[in-house]
């Protein structure tokens, strides 16, 4: 994660660790052979733990790499 996210280290792994522990949880509805990559926007230091995941849940939906199931 580079400084056009956050110019603070503390900011930028605060991130790092929301987006691995979300990663962790959806990790066995996907795809074994899938590769990701999340890129983060500068606003995306206003968000919580739960926007993240609500987020990358829809958009893995609306992507059909998970299929509606919790």
Known sequence: MSQKVSKHAVVRNRLKRQVRAIMATLL??????????????????????GEFL???KQ???QLEVIHGHS
């Not at 890129?39 to 230091?45: G, K, Q, S, V």
């Open 28 to 49: 066995p509805d996907l795809p074994a052979n899938l590769w990701i990559v999340i890129n983060l926007r500068p606003e995306a230091d206003q968000c919580e733990y």
């Open 54 to 56: 609500r987020e990358l």
């Open 59 to 61: 958009l893995f939906k």
